[in-house]
């Protein structure tokens, strides 16, 4: 099955501090392809994968799950560590959980955290009905292009598989569980009008992690998808800068590797 148009995976050698780049639910690595090479003009080395069951047409999500989501983005991160000296995991939306969930499983050797728009909870009544309704209804209305920003478009399913939808609460419930064993330092950065994502979520966020090292960055002027819309790059600064306070290698000019 062809892959969408952007949709592809991004790697890019450079330094010994590395980037984990984790996309959203329904979405591709196009959502945080910008932020990506930013990051990677820097001299960081970063990887952005293709989830599985993304990326080509969202009859191909019914057949996968959250641990085979996780399972892509936790064989990344053992990449990256056996590569780099320090490992920093980024996510938005649903990629933001699978950021929280390797910081929980692999505790110090995660470096720092950086979340956009997190998801901790799928919402509504419809989400009780999950269970049983996902038997015999395929699918509903897709999430994506959720941006203030004209002429900004995510690329992702325009379809929601409620299959892989239950399996995401099932993540979510996972991953909010097990918040207090967040330690690192974490930026989270959140829309103050989000039509995917409730506020709560990011609240829930930062009401249950252990880390002593928290800040929270409020975004003025985009919607879910921050990362395509007008707060873009301040999202890529602000998150520069937090690399760089922790990792000293990393430089004014943003190198990693010294150059």
């Known amino acids: 099955m062809p892959v969408l148009p952007g949709a592809e995976p991004y790697r890019h050698e450079g330094g010994e501090v590395g980037v984990l780049l984790c996309h959203g639910f329904t979405g591709t690595p196009q959502s945080l392809l910008p932020w ?16 599985p069951g993304h990326g080509t047409r969202w009859e191909d999500m019914q057949i996968t799950g959250w641990p085979d989501w996780y399972a892509e983005v936790d064989r990344e991160f053992r990449a990256l560590r056996e590569r780099c000296a320090q490992v920093f995991v980024m996510g938005l939306s649903m990629g933001g959980a699978l950021a929280l969930r390797l910081a929980e499983v692999h505790g110090d050797e995660v470096a720092g955290v950086v979340v956009v728009n997190p998801g901790m909870k799928v919402h509504g009544l419809a989400a009780r009905a999950l269970p049983v309704v996902k038997h015999f209804v395929p699918s509903t209305k897709g999430l994506v292009s959720d941006i203030a920003k004209e002429g900004s478009e995510e690329s992702g399913y325009h379809r929601v598989p409620l299959r892989a939808a239950h399996s995401l609460s099932r993540l979510f419930r996972l991953v909010d569980g097990r918040l207090p064993q967040v330690t690192q330092p974490l ?27 928290v800040t929270e960055v409020v975004l003025e002027q985009s919607y879910h998808v921050a990362t395509l819309d007008h707060d873009a790059s301040r999202i890529f600064e602000e998150s520069h800068a937090f690399i760089g306070r922790l990792t000293p290698s990393v430089g004014k000019e943003g190198t990693a590797s010294g150059g």
């Open 187 to 213: 930026l989270l950065l959140r829309s103050r009008r989000d039509h995917v994502v409730p506020p709560v979520d990011s609240a829930r966020v930062l009401s249950r992690v252990s880390s002593t090292d």
């Open 36 to 51: 990506a090479r930013f990051l990677a003009e820097r001299g960081l080395t970063v990887s952005l994968p293709l989830l």
